[in-house]
């Protein structure tokens, strides 16, 4: 889910169908992980978050998975709908209360 | 409940001029930051704030500072204006700080200076 320059991954999914978004955290100490969205020209909206003592954990139509073996953490929303566009990106706080921002991942959904 | 509000929406700044954003919230929150976004990178934390008439210092505090004179708001100000300062500026609170709560983001100042 880590941007490469200025051009953020994308997925594309079709309207109904599961995504599944993807992020790579750095630190092996971060112990709380939240998942945000952005729409276009607004601000980040939270989603959802865990913490280091859980492997999932589930909110509506979306689930976020932590794997800490491989660092590696992922979204997954079910039943994709057109106002899911957006970027999304994830961010990780190891235990200084001071979060690290992913670049994020642009979600397209088509119909 | 309109959360977080920020103030102006756009603004244009020639370089060496002056001007201060404004960040309310109205959630009663102890913590709020301010953070930069720039393309191709995360969210840069500049300052931040837990409590009234507190602030410290984030990842790239330099050629900004704040104020938190009341609890409900806090205002980022840029004293000369340069060109790397073109970014768009976030202002968030929480209320148990950044690693027991998520952050509530307002909707942006988008920033240029020529």
């Known amino acids: 889910g880590e941007s490469v320059g200025l051009h953020l991954p994308t997925l594309s999914v079709q309207e109904g169908d599961n995504s599944i978004i993807n992020c790579a955290y750095s630190?092996?100490?971060?112990?709380?992980f939240i998942w945000y969205k952005q729409e276009s020209g607004k601000g980040p909206q939270f989603i959802i978050d865990i913490r280091s003592n859980m492997d999932k954990r589930q909110g509506q139509r979306v689930t976020v998975l932590l794997n800490k073996t491989v660092k590696h953490l992922s979204l997954q929303i079910a039943a994709t709908q057109p106002g899911d566009s957006a970027v999304y990106f994830c961010?990780?706080?190891?235990?200084?209360?001071?979060?690290?921002f992913g670049t994020g991942t642009r979600l397209q959904v088509f119909p | 409940n309109a959360g977080v509000t920020q103030t102006p929406k756009f603004r244009v700044l020639k370089t060496g001029q002056s001007m201060t954003l404004l960040c309310a919230q109205d959630m009663n929150h102890e913590y709020m930051y301010w953070y930069r976004q720039d393309p191709g990178m995360g969210l840069r934390l500049i300052h931040y704030s837990v409590g009234e008439g507190t602030t410290a210092k984030g990842e790239v505090p330099d050629g900004y500072n704040v104020s938190r004179l009341k609890k409900q708001n806090f205002l980022l100000g840029l004293e000369s204006a340069a060109p790397s300062q073109t970014s768009v500026y976030f202002c968030?609170?929480?209320?148990?700080?950044?690693?027991?709560?998520?952050?509530?983001f307002g909707n942006g100042t988008r920033l240029t200076v020529t």
């Open positions: 630190n092996s100490a971060s112990d709380y």
């Open positions: 968030a609170s929480s209320s148990a700080g950044q690693y027991n709560s998520p952050l509530h």
């Open positions: 961010a990780e706080n190891p235990n200084t209360d001071k979060l690290i």
